[in-house]
């Protein structure tokens, strides 16, 4: 298979926003490979499920050296897999610290960590997080201490990786959504969440595919969080 054309690995690409970028990827001519639990293998022969659980590294292996196989390169990372638990401080378990510090962090580090080291031999590459507003705009209606430990961790790795890897060519950007409007969100839900944004409404996929699609494309951007939030990040 020829190795012309640049490849794009997503996390978290089962369904809702990571599903989105899968599309929007091939509609760009990229050939993906698709990382998450569930993930089925397409009838696109552009396409590589790699099923697996993102906090193991042998995923993050797996989803690398695949990719490599069969493609043979990987160009860009979307870190989009993400768990979020909104509790009291007091009330989390050891088990919620335990998930969400092995998927959000770990498995940013171990899937990041393996394609930089590609991006390296080709002095090209994009890695983009997928963080959340409330790392900037803390909300007394969303206690999530948690969401702000693991996702302001990525905020902070975007920008010390955006500066260790510029002279390589390599960037490193963040998308830090407000709430989107995803299954994880029932429907009786959205009047009150649409009220947590100053726009009045909750985000859509397309918006954070927009702005990844963005960054994509914004060669001179990288160390940059964009906040498609409503305006959360900005006041109320």
């Known amino acids: ?41 397409a009838s696109d022969d552009h396409v590589l499920a790699v099923p697996g659980d993102i906090s193991d590294r042998k995923t993050a292996e797996r989803a690398i050296s695949e990719g490599v196989a069969r493609f043979g390169r990987i160009d860009t990372l979307v870190n989009n897999a993400g ?38 031999k080709r002095r090209s590459g994009h890695v983009v997080q997928i963080t959340t507003s409330l790392v900037d705009h803390a909300n007394s209606h969303v ?12 905020s902070a790795a975007t920008k010390s990786l955006a500066i260790e890897y510029a002279k390589l060519g390599i960037r490193i950007n963040a998308v830090a959504p407000g ?23 909750m985000g859509e996929i397309s918006d954070i595919v927009d702005a990844i699609l963005y960054l994509e494309s914004a060669s001179f951007v990288t160390g940059e969080t964009i906040h498609v939030d409503g305006g959360q990040a900005a006041g109320h």
């Open 1 to 41: 298979m020829s190795t012309e054309r640049k490849v794009a690995v997503i996390t978290g690409a089962s369904q809702g926003i990571g599903a989105a970028l899968m599309a929007a990827y091939r509609d760009r001519g990229y050939r993906v490979v698709a990382t998450a639990r569930s993930i089925k293998q």
């Open 83 to 120: 768990i979020f638990i909104a509790k009291p401080f007091t009330h989390y378990t050891e088990a919620d610290l335990s998930v969400m510090l092995g998927v959000n962090l770990a498995g940013f580090f171990h899937i990041t960590q393996l394609a930089i080291a590609e991006m390296e």
């Open 143 to 154: 206690p999530s201490v948690l969401a702000s430990v693991t996702k302001g961790g990525l």
């Open 179 to 201: 709430v989107i409007k995803t299954p994880m969100h029932p429907v009786e839900t959205h009047a009150q969440l649409a009220s947590f944004h100053p726009l009045g409404r």
